[in-house]
């Protein structure tokens, strides 16, 4: 009987710490690409993605010899590509639609409660970078957080994390309407992001972690 209340509690934990984890995109649903060489682009897909819906626009700031920039989703990735010399920015919205060509709000009511950050997993980046995410809740204004994007992880993944607490008091984090993540790279820049996340704090997933390890460890001890 201790045997199975043991495995029962082990499970129990083990799932409450992958609940933790909100997948807001894994850009699996909502493929997409679109190459631009001047001005601005936004365009809607649909899909398993928080909301059910993303916006991405697609901005070129400068562009020395008329080539592109390339925003794509495919095969669990979202990658912004500049030719050389090209440089521009990648947006992905969430809590927004489109009512012909105009960007209208469609309210996500998210409830990150139980999250204390987003974590941006990246699959590549060859040039330093910004990555903006600003975040509205109760119709207020937006709120936005920057991080660095390095430059020198080519084919190699990384994560970047912003803290809920960074966005101060004026955010509900239980009630989010909308959520803007945007991708400034340097000219020529190449950034692939494999998904974007709602998770507990390092603190919190190691604290599960290893209830969920000791108690492995208490099951091992009584069967030995």
């Keep these: 009987m201790k045997k199975i209340l043991t495995l029962i ?31 601005s682009i936004t365009e809607r897909q649909t ?3 928080l909301g059910g819906q993303r916006l991405i626009t697609t901005t070129v700031q400068s ?13 669990g990735a979202y990658s912004l590509s500049s030719q050389p010399q090209v440089n521009g920015l990648g947006e992905l919205r969430y809590g927004f639609g489109l009512s012909g060509s ?8 998210a409830n990150f409660s139980n999250q204390n950050a987003f974590r941006f ?35 190699v993944p990384f994560s970047r994390v912003i803290a809920f607490s960074d966005f101060g008091s004026g955010v509900n984090f239980a009630d989010i309407d909308q959520m803007i993540l945007t991708l400034d790279t340097a000219a020529s820049g190449d950034v692939t992001l494999g998904s974007l996340e709602a998770v507990p704090e390092p603190g919190t ?20």
């Design 102 to 109: 105009t960007v209208v709000n469609s309210d996500l009511n």
């Design 47 to 49: 899909g398993s993605m």
């Design 9 to 39: 509690t082990l499970t129990a934990i083990t799932t409450a710490a992958f609940a933790q984890v909100v997948t807001i995109d894994d850009f699996n649903t909502g493929a997409y690409n679109r190459n631009i060489t001047s001005g």
């Design 63 to 75: 562009n020395a010899f008329d080539l592109q920039i390339q925003s794509d989703v495919a095969g």
């Design 121 to 155: 997993n990246f699959l590549s980046s060859d040039s330093v970078g910004t990555l903006n995410m600003s975040v509205r809740s109760g119709g207020g204004s937006f709120v936005t957080r920057s991080v660095t994007i390095p430059g020198i992880s080519v084919n």
């Design 205 to 224: 997933m190691a604290v599960l972690t290893g209830l969920a390890l000791a108690a492995a460890r208490r099951r091992k001890a009584r069967k030995a």
